[in-house]
């Protein structure tokens, strides 16, 4: 399952989200969020403020998800595009966006 990584290096704010859909979210602590889509209710994804900082603390994602957070965080606090970090590590560009978004068999 493809996952939407969103990043904001100014804020340190992630979401991490399954579907894209109109959705809310509610505080659990520390400026963790779950996301509810709005029609169903369903968690559909988790927002962290100071996302770099916690990356221990994001249990709630599976070992391979969590990776993908931590390349895409690294990736844009480095300033480096997609394709310029696909060159870095010796892959094509489409095997790495998916490796970034969280999708479990990059081929």
């Known amino acids: 399952m493809t996952m939407y990584i969103y990043y904001d290096d100014k804020t340190d704010y992630l979401d991490v989200l399954e579907k894209k859909v109109p959705n809310y979210s509610v505080p659990l602590k520390n400026g963790m969020f779950k996301i509810f889509a709005e029609k169903g209710k369903k968690v ?64």
Request: hydrophobic letters at 35%.
């Open 44 to 107: 559909i994804g988790y927002g962290v403020e100071g996302a770099s900082e916690r990356i221990n603390e994001l249990d709630m994602f599976d070992p391979f998800v969590k990776l993908s957070i931590m390349i895409k965080i690294s990736r844009l606090k480095h300033h480096y595009t997609q394709q310029q970090l696909a060159e870095k590590l010796g892959i094509g560009l489409l095997p790495y966006q998916r490796l970034e978004s969280g999708e479990k068999n990059p081929r």
